[in-house]
């Protein structure tokens, strides 16, 4: 998880409360990712970005929208939380020590919505 | 459109006994190809990947998976378990630096003393 700070990493909710996920990195990648982590679907994509205020849509973006204002922070809002939004949020970030092609993730937040 | 498969959501051995967690892909560029590993309360950490080259590529603990590109697989394999090994496995595949990872739906990976 080095580089990589996610928050909260705990966070249980209601329904039909706005929740903003925090990713932050300290290595000045391009690119990152948004990613929900439900059994047996392993990991979807819900949105990524490749810049500052460029971001795109991934499988399951329904429900959820992004922000980027500076290289280092990606933000995920869920406007208005659902129960079907209970997952657990991993966001990665495209590149490693030596920058290579891989996805180095953070350790992951947990988001109950009852 | 890529997609992974993973025959077999979840997978015993005994300790000491071989490990073969199963992938399939579909991309309709060469593929990069990835092992990732995450254990309980975890994210998911790197086990080894393949870009190009060598076909057999070894990986971190003890892991290697061969690329076949005849078969579009790429099997992860061990050849002898530990305890420590238990935890889930999950393949991915990524066009060639496009935008995407692609995850299959995971291995979990059970070892018996």
């Known amino acids: 998880d080095a580089g990589i700070t996610q928050s909260p990493r705990h966070k249980v909710t209601e329904t039909g409360t706005p929740v903003t996920l925090r990713c932050h990195q300290t290595e000045n990648h391009r690119y990152m990712y948004w990613y929900r982590q439900d059994p047996g679907h392993g990991l979807r994509l819900i949105h990524y970005s490749y810049g500052v205020k460029d971001t795109d849509k991934g499988e399951v973006s329904d429900g959820y929208s992004v922000s980027r204002s500076k290289t280092e922070d990606f933000l995920l809002t869920l406007e208005s939380a659902t129960s079907s939004q209970t997952s657990v949020y991993f966001c990665a970030i495209r590149g490693d020590l030596s920058g290579a092609n891989v996805l180095t993730f953070g350790a992951g937040s947990r988001l109950t919505v009852l | 459109a890529q997609s992974v498969t993973q025959l077999g959501s979840h997978v015993s051995v005994s300790e000491g006994a071989l490990v073969l967690l199963r992938c399939n892909y579909s991309?309709?560029?060469?593929?990069?190809l990835f092992w990732y590993v995450q254990y309980p309360n975890q994210g998911l950490q790197l086990l080894l990947k393949?870009?190009?080259?060598?076909?057999l590529v070894k990986g971190i603990n003890g892991f290697e998976a061969e690329f076949k590109k005849s078969e579009t697989s790429f099997h992860l394999t061990k050849p002898s378990a530990h305890m420590s090994d238990a935890a889930e496995y999950f393949c991915?595949?990524?066009?060639?630096?496009?935008?995407?990872?692609?995850f299959g739906p995971g291995t979990r990976l059970s070892v018996l003393p």
């Open positions: 393949y870009t190009t080259g060598a076909t």
């Open positions: 991915a595949v990524n066009d060639n630096y496009g935008q995407n990872f692609v």
């Open positions: 991309s309709s560029v060469p593929p990069y």
